[in-house]
């Protein structure tokens, strides 16, 4: 018999309606599941003994093996490299800030088939889309986690980390739907942000379907020349149609778009850069995120290395001062636990074949 997972809202209620359950139940299932973090069925207490016998048979809780668990020594970053049962490796990763926040990172594919140069995980290309169930069991593992070790509250997510969330777009919005439900892991909608390298029908559905989330975009270069040397995508979507989608993004939502920008020495960080990254933006509600090059093995054949402090300093200061264009350097807080995005998986993947 084929079993669905307990995330699956629609197929639990129809269970539940078969098997002539009263409808309340489903809230009793869900309080359990989401809010006091029950993995075991038959740990529910709240529900007839038939029912979680039933719910056994029927339903699972959880697919991904945790492989491996790693937490820096400045205690900041946790990655979890899970196997899905189809035997793909992914990773998600937590972020504790030194506000207490916490941000968790998730994949949303395995592999990636956008094949930017720069990027450990689009090296092993597409394996397969994480279903629904993949990505939320990432979602409630880590809040189970930090709830239940650390007494912390998981309250961002971002969709950061292996994959193109656009490309897997039915999964990625209902994992974004069982992160945001208020009976559920009741995030703001907010603090759920999806980045994607620009794939502009997928950014418009975003839009509509989610004006109050966040958005994030790899922008990675200010004109399509040098963004085609790093991002293949930009063949398909070049920059000026991309701006044209973004600003109907920001007309729509009144939101302003996070533009991420990675520093690769001597590729995209030469100082008239800085200039036309600054005529893009100066008009556009946006926020610049550099991203110095995180080294991985394996880009060693490119030559890429990470752009000098300096250097990401100097931008920053042409963005605000000459063009009042916002920007962060975020701090790559996992160097201990293996550098870059999708680095883990790759090593596995590479490993096994
Ligand atoms: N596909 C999505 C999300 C995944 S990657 C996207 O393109 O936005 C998340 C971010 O990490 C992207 O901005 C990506 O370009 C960046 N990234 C990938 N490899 C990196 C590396 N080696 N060093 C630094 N940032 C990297």
Redesign the pocket.
């Given at each position: 018999m084929q079993k669905y997972s307990i995330h699956n809202e629609e197929k639990v209620k129809e269970f539940l309606k078969e098997n002539k359950f009263p409808p309340f139940r489903y809230n009793q299932i869900e309080n359990a599941i989401y809010k006091n973090f029950v993995t075991d069925f038959n740990e529910i207490q709240t529900i007839p003994k038939d029912l979680r016998e039933k719910l056994d048979e029927n339903f699972f809780y959880s697919t991904l093996i945790i492989d491996t668990q790693k937490t820096s020594a400045n205690w900041q970053t946790t990655k979890t490299l899970y196997k899905t049962e189809t035997g793909e490796y992914i990773e998600s990763v937590i972020m504790r800030h030194k506000t207490g926040r916490v941000t968790l990172c998730v994949s949303c594919q395995a592999g990636?088939p956008?094949a930017?140069s720069?990027?450990?995980?689009g090296k092993l290309g597409l394996l397969k889309n994480l279903e629904t169930y993949e990505i939320v069991e990432q979602i409630i593992n880590a809040a189970k986690m930090l709830h239940e070790e650390e007494g912390n509250t998981l309250r961002n997510i971002v969709?950061?980390?292996?994959?193109?969330?656009m490309l897997n777009y039915d999964n990625v919005k209902e994992s974004i739907i069982v992160a945001t439900t208020q009976k559920k892991l009741d995030l703001s909608n907010r603090r759920v942000t999806v980045?994607?390298?620009g794939i502009i029908p997928w950014i418009d559905k975003f839009r509509d379907d989610f004006p109050q989330n966040s958005l994030?975009?790899?922008l990675?270069a200010p004109n399509d020349e040098v963004r085609k040397s790093i991002m293949p995508v930009d063949h398909t979507y070049p920059l000026a149609d991309l701006m044209k989608s973004l600003d109907e993004y920001t007309d729509k939502t009144n939101k302003r778009i996070f533009y991420?920008y990675?520093m690769i020495n001597g590729v995209n960080d030469h100082p008239k850069l800085a200039d036309e990254l600054g005529k893009l933006l100066q008009w556009r509600l946006a926020h610049v995120n550099f991203?110095?090059?995180?080294a991985?093995e394996g880009?060693n054949s490119d030559g890429y290395t990470t752009t000098p402090k300096i250097i990401i300093d100097r931008f920053q200061k042409t963005l605000l001062e000459k063009y009042n264009v916002v920007s962060t350097v975020r701090m790559t807080m996992w160097d201990d636990i293996d550098a870059?995005?999708g680095q883990l998986a790759n090593k596995k993947e590479g490993s096994e074949k």
């Open positions: 990636c956008m930017c720069f990027c450990a995980t969709y950061m980390w292996m994959g193109e969330p980045s994607t390298c994030a975009v790899s990675h991420e990675i991203i110095p090059y995180n991985w880009t870059a995005c």
